[in-house]
């Protein structure tokens, strides 16, 4: 039991990675034995004549978190098709980015994104920034939940984007301080993709109802498809 424990604090999503049939539902559609390879990922824009075509570098060596999880891509899909309208212009700051697919889909849509995670992720977003030639308008910065922010990181951005980070129990209360802390005023978006896979994950919501509401993306066409999938799309408003 102790040493379960030592391998879930070395690696958290450890049993995301399970390979055996009963745990199929929750993994990425990545073999989970990827190293270092590279997908193309493409998204539909605003205006569906405009693609953006992502290189992602995925290796699941630095932990799983350096692959791409289902939420993230739900995520992206849905900041391309909102356009470039929504994002340009406008400062974004992912959390738990892991690859960085999101924030990248943020940068290549005109935002300046900051893209956050530990440090054994950083290189995999370095390089996936640099493939993309995104090194313009996405900044790849260590950001750990419950710990200090960077004076670096943008106060009250626009946009917080967090994709697929509710699955470790001992990591909610540090995601909802981080929220908490970065969100200092209504004018802050807050958009929030979640795959529900565990009962705990209710926990996580019962700690983030302290300090946030929130609500159903409604302007998402892709809802029916990946509800199906227990991937919800959630605006967060932080309480006064
Ligand atoms: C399931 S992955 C999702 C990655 C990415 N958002 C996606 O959708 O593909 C969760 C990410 O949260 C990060 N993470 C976990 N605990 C963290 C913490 N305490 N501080 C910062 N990031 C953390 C992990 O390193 C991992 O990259």
Not at 200 to 227: G, M
């Given at each position: 039991?102790?040493m379960?424990?030592?391998?879930?604090?070395?690696?958290?999503?450890?049993?995301l990675?399970?390979?055996?049939?009963?745990?199929?539902?929750?993994?990425?559609?990545?073999?989970?034995?990827?190293?270092?390879?590279?997908?193309q990922?493409?998204?539909?824009?605003g205006?569906?004549?405009?693609?953006?075509?992502?290189?992602?570098?995925v290796?699941?060596?630095?932990?799983?978190?350096?692959?791409?999880?289902?939420?993230?891509?739900?995520?992206?899909?849905?900041?391309?098709?909102?356009?470039?309208?929504?994002?340009?212009?406008?400062?974004?700051?992912?959390?738990?980015?892991?690859?960085?697919?999101?924030?990248?889909?943020?940068?290549?849509?005109?935002?300046?994104?900051?893209?956050?995670?530990?440090?054994?992720?950083l290189?995999?977003?370095?390089?996936n920034?640099?493939?993309?030639?995104?090194?313009?308008?996405?900044?790849?910065?260590?950001?750990?939940?419950?710990?200090?922010?960077?004076?670096?990181?943008?106060?009250?951005?626009?946009?917080?984007?967090?994709?697929?980070?509710?699955?470790?129990?001992?990591?909610?209360?540090?995601?909802?301080?981080?929220?908490?802390?970065?969100?200092?005023?209504?004018?802050?978006?807050?958009?929030?993709?979640?795959?529900?896979?565990?009962?705990?994950?209710?926990?996580?919501?019962?700690?983030?109802?302290?300090?946030?509401?929130?609500?159903?993306?409604?302007?998402?066409p892709?809802?029916?498809?990946y509800?199906?999938?227990?991937i919800?799309?959630?605006?967060?408003?932080?309480?006064s």
């Amino acid at each position: 039991m102790k040493m379960e424990e030592e391998l879930d604090f070395a690696d958290p999503l450890r049993h995301l990675c399970k390979t055996d049939e009963s745990q199929s539902e929750i993994l990425p559609p990545q073999p989970v034995s990827v190293q270092n390879q590279i997908v193309q990922l493409s998204f539909t824009c605003g205006s569906p004549e405009e693609q953006i075509q992502i290189l992602l570098k995925v290796d699941a060596s630095p932990g799983c978190g350096g692959l791409a999880w289902p939420a993230g891509e739900v995520l992206a899909a849905y900041l391309a098709l909102r356009g470039r309208k929504s994002l340009s212009g406008k400062t974004i700051l992912e959390l738990g980015s892991g690859t960085g697919l999101v924030g990248l889909v943020a940068g290549a849509l005109g935002g300046n994104a900051w893209i956050t995670d530990q440090l054994p992720l950083l290189e995999i977003m370095k390089a996936n920034v640099v493939m993309n030639d995104l090194a313009s308008c996405v900044e790849v910065a260590e950001l750990n939940w419950g710990k200090p922010i960077p004076d670096t990181l943008p106060r009250s951005p626009d946009l917080i984007i967090t994709a697929d980070c509710v699955y470790f129990e001992p990591a909610f209360p540090l995601l909802v301080e981080t929220l908490d802390e970065l969100v200092s005023n209504a004018r802050t978006e807050v958009l929030f993709c979640y795959k529900k896979r565990r009962k705990a994950d209710k926990r996580f919501f019962t700690l983030l109802r302290k300090r946030f509401t929130w609500e159903e993306v409604q302007d998402d066409p892709n809802t029916p498809v990946y509800s199906r999938e227990a991937i919800s799309l959630l605006r967060l408003f932080k309480k006064s």
